[in-house]
């Protein structure tokens, strides 16, 4: 699948993935760091120095988004990696900079914002990435060829059976949570917090894990504790959201409602409404695992009859904009490469494409990536 996910083509890609959803950023200013250097966090992750709000005389002061990624280019997986993460961490950004209330308190990312309500966002827009419309037309290579069909119908089988076993990896940890916080004081040692995880291990995912429950970092930190927690109600919500779409209009990629039901629906709000509240209010539904365990339990003959007929509907459709393409004024937002301090190419001086052409060149020069 690599060739498929160029990296010097994510950026264009995830930009013209979301206009062509009818995303707006709402004059929002991002700054996308997106390659790994030297004594870099080692983490990707989306954050807002200055978060949007209403102003009492009725103006908005958009956001600034700071948003970074630990690409290698010419690395194996880097193109993949950095589209996904450019969908995702962009969906948080999409968020964020939609959420329209008379406070900057209601749109920061810290508490009361429910990790479970953020992370829908994001999880949502990156599910994309996997669905077989839109890779007939998004991944290409740089050749310009679509991946083929046979590729996707390869992982398909040898990943839809062990679905279940992604599930188990995520409930483990706020089990293994659970078991440690009910642990009364004076066992709290060093054996019985890994004598436990090697426990839960064994009880939820059948013996001992590829990523041992302990390697986890959220349970390390008091800020990102019971986080996972969240990412399993997050990934509830995006399948009954995918469920609603698709049932509502038979597709996701390039749906130009989605953006807008999103904003109006999901992201307007901001924390000045309950996660669940929201849910039932864009599906119509209470949140359950309903959507969830049917893509678990769908027949592999069923899914695989399915996502070729939506790679055949996005081969003759292709993508909604070609990257010379001017949807600027659909995204609504500034968008700056930067690597640190140096700002390799900004959108508020040249075109889209422009900057998109800047940016390749400066990884050709850069990190002499790996060619085809």
Same mark, same amino acid.
């Given at each position: 699948?690599?060739?498929?996910?160029?990296?010097?083509?994510?950026?264009?890609?995830?930009?013209?993935?979301?206009?062509?959803?009818?995303?707006?950023?709402?004059?929002?200013?991002?700054?996308?760091?997106?390659?790994?250097?030297?004594?870099?966090?080692?983490? /990707?992750?989306?954050?807002?120095?200055?978060?949007?709000?209403?102003?009492?005389?009725?103006?908005?002061?958009?956001?600034?988004?700071?948003?970074?990624?630990?690409?290698?280019?010419?690395?194996?997986?880097? /193109?993949?990696?950095?589209?996904?993460?450019?969908?995702?961490?962009? /969906?948080?950004?999409?968020?964020?900079?939609?959420?329209?209330? !008379?406070?900057?308190?209601?749109?920061?990312?810290?508490? !009361?914002?429910?990790?479970?309500?953020?992370?829908?966002?994001?999880?949502?827009?990156?599910?994309?990435?996997?669905?077989?419309?839109?890779?007939?037309?998004?991944?290409?290579?740089?050749?310009?060829?679509?991946?083929?069909?046979?590729?996707?119908?390869?992982?398909?089988?040898?990943?839809?059976?062990?679905?279940?076993?992604?599930?188990?990896?995520?409930?483990?940890?706020?089990?293994?949570?659970?078991?440690?916080?009910?642990?009364?004081?004076?066992?709290?040692?060093?054996?019985?917090?890994?004598?436990?995880?090697?426990?839960?291990?064994?009880?939820?995912?059948? /013996?001992?894990?590829?990523?041992?429950?302990?390697?986890?970092?959220?349970?390390?930190?008091?800020?990102?504790?019971?986080?996972?927690?969240?990412?399993?109600?997050?990934?509830?919500?995006?399948?009954?959201?995918?469920?609603?779409?698709?049932?509502?209009?038979?597709?996701?990629?390039?749906?130009?409602?989605?953006?807008?039901?999103?904003?109006?629906?999901?992201?307007?709000?901001?924390?000045?409404?309950?996660?669940?509240?929201?849910?039932?209010?864009?599906?119509?539904?209470?949140?359950?695992?309903?959507?969830?365990?049917?893509?678990?339990?769908?027949?592999?003959?069923?899914?695989?009859?399915?996502?070729?007929?939506?790679?055949?509907?996005?081969?003759?459709?292709?993508?909604?904009?070609?990257?010379?393409?001017?949807?600027?004024?659909?995204?609504?937002?500034?968008?700056?490469?930067?690597?640190?301090?140096?700002?390799?190419?900004?959108?508020?001086?040249?075109?889209?494409?422009?900057?998109?052409?800047?940016?390749?060149?400066?990884?050709?020069?850069?990190?002499?990536?790996?060619?085809?």
């Amino acid at each position: 699948m690599d060739p498929y996910f160029p990296f010097d083509k994510a950026v264009s890609a995830w930009a013209r993935s979301f206009a062509a959803m009818n995303i707006s950023y709402n004059k929002s200013v991002m700054n996308l760091d997106l390659c790994d250097r030297e004594k870099k966090y080692s983490n /990707g992750f989306c954050h807002w120095p200055v978060p949007p709000y209403v102003k009492p005389d009725g103006t908005l002061v958009s956001c600034v988004t700071n948003f970074t990624s630990l690409a290698q280019p010419g690395s194996v997986g880097s /193109g993949h990696r950095a589209l996904t993460t450019l969908m995702h961490e962009g /969906g948080h950004a999409a968020h964020f900079a939609n959420v329209v209330q !008379p406070s900057p308190f209601h749109s920061q990312e810290r508490a !009361p914002m429910s990790v479970a309500y953020a992370e829908t966002q994001s999880m949502f827009l990156d599910s994309l990435v996997g669905d077989s419309d839109w890779i007939a037309k998004y991944a290409v290579s740089k050749k310009g060829e679509v991946m083929p069909w046979e590729v996707i119908e390869q992982k398909i089988k040898k990943t839809h059976k062990y679905l279940v076993f992604a599930i188990r990896g995520i409930l483990a940890v706020p089990y293994y949570e659970k078991a440690l916080y009910e642990l009364p004081e004076d066992e709290v040692t060093a054996e019985n917090i890994q004598r436990i995880a090697d426990e839960i291990d064994k009880k939820i995912l059948g /013996g001992p894990s590829a990523r041992p429950v302990l390697s986890v970092p959220h349970i390390l930190a008091d800020e990102s504790s019971c986080y996972c927690q969240g990412y399993i109600l997050a990934d509830m919500a995006v399948h009954q959201t995918r469920s609603h779409f698709l049932k509502k209009y038979g597709f996701i990629t390039d749906n130009k409602h989605i953006g807008p039901e999103l904003a109006e629906s999901y992201w307007k709000a901001g924390n000045s409404e309950p996660f669940l509240d929201l849910v039932e209010k864009l599906t119509g539904a209470p949140l359950t695992a309903d959507a969830w365990v049917a893509t678990v339990n769908e027949d592999q003959n069923d899914r695989l009859q399915k996502e070729k007929a939506l790679y055949e509907k996005g081969l003759k459709e292709g993508a909604k904009f070609t990257a010379s393409e001017d949807f600027m004024s659909i995204l609504n937002m500034q968008i700056r490469l930067v690597h640190g301090d140096l700002v390799v190419a900004s959108t508020e001086k040249d075109t889209f494409a422009e900057c998109c052409k800047q940016y390749e060149n400066w990884i050709a020069k850069e990190f002499n990536p790996v060619t085809e």
